[in-house]
């Protein structure tokens, strides 16, 4: 039963023995303990707890989407949905050659503004450093932002991108699944969009459930042959 | 409060208690994980008589920004009673009682929860007392915890508590208002299962050593009881029928 996943709450001892703690777990003693609310995966030699609560906390190289909060003289900072606010340094979208005096910030990016972007760098010590100077980074024009819960965006993309790629090529819409919970689909016909959208809202609230690509599969094959 | 019945029998000669209960029933626990949208976490418990809720929020910004620390999160705790609570209207001000318990119940969380992961962050714990019947500190430390967890703020364990007393020269579980005012002594236990640590520990009355240590025994195996009432509560919420 030791290989088995199994739910557990903050304070549950997953197993005891040489395992190697990985993420949302502590080693207490011989003890592997879970540190949050979710499933626990036992491998050969490390022990992992999939979290199902909580904020979207920053790792470098996440693709996430933000939202332009305010602009100084040398810097925006953006929204992530996270408990901390990303730094997108005026270098990063005019270059190297960047003047304080010449460039004016808003011309480029303005308060409100939705961008992809990448997390450059972070620690404990520092807000996390975003860039957008990567190929599908950037700000995004056009689109419909959908906030779902950070924790059930792994269930959003399925394995190897199942359920995403089965979504997008059901609808015809191009979905941005930021990390940090934020989606963006933009698609040429609104029903494509309204279906996306509600498939993508569909994976937020039964994330849980076992045959969420059956279910997810099913309603938007259904409405297919409706149309 | 002064002019309590003298004459009432807090334990008659079957060990029967003046509410009904053995020596080492605690009162009726009921906790419910969430309930609150706007919140990031939430709980209600139903202790006895006591009826508590919780929101928590974070981790977030520190405001005042000079509060953060470099080094680690904070924690701010916030216990108050609402103003029927209590037979008499109770002033909504905070009161002297209300920050000490407030400071409590803090430093009775912190050894669980891992603020150490979000530096300059704040994890704020709102517990507000809607109905209070003796013993709202280990009600609410029971309550926040549930709350935490469900906001998914890594915790090393979850935290139980419960109190143990003194009453009619016995060591009984769960002290009830009338158990705590008449009785000799009340000490509230918080306690990490697994860990098997006690995060509070505090004492009103006088007991002697080997009372003490029975005191403690007690108030121990309560929180074995409140802690499996708490696992419920996530356990229904997350993994129950239909989810949330």
Known sequence: MDNKRKYVIPGDVITTGPFRPEQNVILEGDKIISTTIGISEIYDDSVKVI???????????????????????????????????????????FGRDF??????????????????????????????????????????????????????VPRLIGKKGSMIQMIEMATNAVVTIGQNGWVVVSCESPEGLLKAKKAIEM??????VANLTDQIKE???IKDNES | MGGRNATMVLLDENGIRCDGRK????????????????????????????KILVGVFGPRDVHPKHMSNTDTGILRVRYHMEPFSVTERKNPAPSRREIEISKVIKEALEPAVMLEKFPRTAVDVFIEVLQADGGTRCAALTAASVAL???????????????AGKVADTIVLDVNNEEDQAGQADMPIGYMPSLKKITLLQLDGILTPEEYKKCVDVGVQGCKIVYELQKKALTDKYFGKGGD
């Open chain 1, 51 to 93: 979290t199902l609560t909580g904020k979207y906390i920053p790792k470098i190289d996440d693709l996430v989407i933000g939202k332009i909060n305010s602009h100084t003289s040398l810097s925006w900072e953006l929204d992530i949905n996270s408990c901390y606010v990303g730094f997108l340094p005026a270098q990063d979208v």
């Open chain 1, 219 to 221: 309603m938007l094959e």
């Open chain 2, 149 to 163: 967890a469900d906001a998914g703020i890594p915790m090393r364990d979850m935290v139980a508590s419960i109190a």
């Open chain 1, 203 to 208: 994976v937020n609230e039964k994330a849980h």
């Open chain 2, 23 to 50: 020596i080492d029933e605690p009162r009726r626990i009921m906790i419910k994980a969430g309930g609150l949208k706007n919140a990031d976490g939430s709980a209600y418990i139903e202790f006895g008589n006591n």
């Open chain 1, 99 to 152: 003047s304080a005096h010449a460039d004016e910030l808003s011309s480029k990016l303005k308060t409100g503004d939705l961008v992809a972007a990448r997390i450059a760098n972070f620690d404990r010590t520092r807000d996390p450093l975003v860039t957008i100077s990567d190929r599908d980074l950037g700000k995004i024009d056009s689109g419909v932002l959908i906030k779902i819960s950070p924790s059930k």
